[in-house]
């Protein structure tokens, strides 16, 4: 029976705490307290919404800085593999170049080789030799 009446009491309690602003109306200090809340909550999200939009901007300026620093860097790459591409052509240029003249100088020097028993009668005086009738023709003893 002590139970029962306990049971009643807090019943009774809870349900005066939930009837009473009903039935006495608002307290000044508590709608006070409730707008305060209310104002607090809204800076609060008034604030939330300015960071989020900071943050969000913040991101799009280091995208497009990642983009435009991608982008110099390609370029960069470009004009170097290009810068470097015409310096192997040139190398390859001038080594065949060098190849050519040594060719060339191979050859003269067979063709000397090939003259040089002639070569004794351009002293003898029959026209043979650098300055004889063989040297207008490129076969020459001099080598190139």
Do not use: C, K
Not at 5 to 13: S, W
Not at 25 to 48: F, H, P
Not at 114 to 121: F, K, V, W
């Amino acid at each position: 029976m002590r139970f029962l009446i306990a049971f009643a009491a807090v019943l009774g309690y809870a349900s005066a705490g939930l009837i009473a602003p009903l039935v006495y109306g608002a307290n000044a200090g508590d709608v006070q307290a409730a707008a305060i809340d209310a104002t607090v909550a809204a800076q609060d999200n008034a604030r939330a919404i300015g960071e989020s939009q900071a943050r969000a901007a913040e991101a799009v300026i280091q995208h497009n800085t990642e983009a435009v620093r991608q982008v110099a860097e390609t370029n960069r790459d470009l004009h170097e593999n290009a810068y470097w591409g015409s310096l192997a052509a040139s190398q390859n240029l001038v080594a065949a170049a060098q190849s050519q003249a040594a060719a060339i100088n191979g050859i003269a020097a067979a063709r000397a080789a090939h003259l040089a028993p002639i070569a004794p009668l351009a002293y003898a005086g029959y026209g043979y030799g650098a300055h004889g009738l063989v040297a207008p023709y490129g076969l020459g003893l001099r080598a190139w």
